[in-house]
């Protein structure tokens, strides 16, 4: 059974950093990548940033490009977004999904709340 599990959200001032992990279980993501997504209140689930060939290839939103960055450790098949100069308006429930593009399993969320 695979699981994924985030861990690693709680509440930042602005301009704060936070790093989220996504621990897999029962399968490896290694070489197929994984992805993370977010929630806002009242907006739709929206792409943030993937890796994919063992982390050859990575891609951003727009909105968080040069600030966030994902990366992964396959000894431990787990992907991580260190989020850094964060905004209010990074305010949601985190996922992370795998395998990149096809995003068949899903981690249960953790939430990030930039606030002063």
């Known amino acids: 059974q695979v699981q994924l599990v985030e861990s690693g959200g709680g509440l930042v001032q602005p301009g704060g950093s936070l790093r989220l992990s996504c621990a897999a279980s029962?399968?490896?993501?290694?070489?197929?990548?994984m992805g993370w997504f977010r929630r806002a209140p009242g907006k739709e689930r929206e792409f943030v940033a993937g890796?994919?060939?063992?982390?050859?290839?990575?891609y951003y939103s727009d909105s968080v490009k040069g600030r966030f960055t994902i990366s992964g450790d396959n000894n431990k098949n787990t992907v991580y977004l260190q989020m850094n100069n964060l905004k209010p308006e990074d305010t949601a429930v985190y996922y992370c999904?795998?395998?990149?593009?096809?995003?068949?399993?899903w981690g249960q969320g953790t939430q990030v709340t930039v606030s002063s």
């Open positions: 029962g399968r490896s993501f290694g070489n197929s990548g």
């Open positions: 999904a795998a395998p990149y593009g096809n995003y068949d399993y």
């Open positions: 890796n994919t060939w063992n982390g050859k290839f990575t």
